[in-house]
């Protein structure tokens, strides 16, 4: 066998290798990115029952689960703003009702958007809004 011709076989096959270790690490960080969008979806949606006179234990409950659960996924940035929220929610648990901090509903607006921020850097979306905007929450009275 010529020199040439081995050479090019064990390239091809380096080449075929390194591609397909390439594909599944490309793998590897699609399905992490939809988990870290899964479990950030659930998170804040589960967080509606703290909101604007919606006290729900169901919900709140589903909140403390999806904390565990963004926990594996998440950056360590969405992580230290997801524990500030939650340690100044810790402190009034009247949450959002009246509370001995002053401007509690614009405090934990402000954490929750930084939280939101972070998971959108987290995510790859870039954003130029202050976490007061990503914070805000809106309530629609349903009656």
Known sequence: MDIAVI???????????????FEKERDRKAKLHERKEE?????????K???????DSAMKEKFVDE??????????KSIKALNQLLDTMAKD??????????????????LLGKFVKAMREDLGI?????????GRTEYVNKT
């Open 7 to 21: 050479i090019t076989v064990i390239g091809a096959i380096i080449v075929a290798v390194l591609g397909f270790i």
């Open 39 to 47: 479990s950030y979806k659930n998170l804040l949606f589960s967080l």
């Open 126 to 134: 870039k954003t130029g809004l202050s976490p007061k905007e990503l």
């Open 49 to 55: 029952g703290f909101f604007h006179g919606r006290h």
């Open 67 to 76: 904390t565990r659960l963004t926990r594996l996924y998440a950056s360590d």
């Open 93 to 110: 648990e009247t949450t959002f009702g009246v509370s001995s901090i002053p401007n509690y509903q614009d405090t934990i607006h402000e």
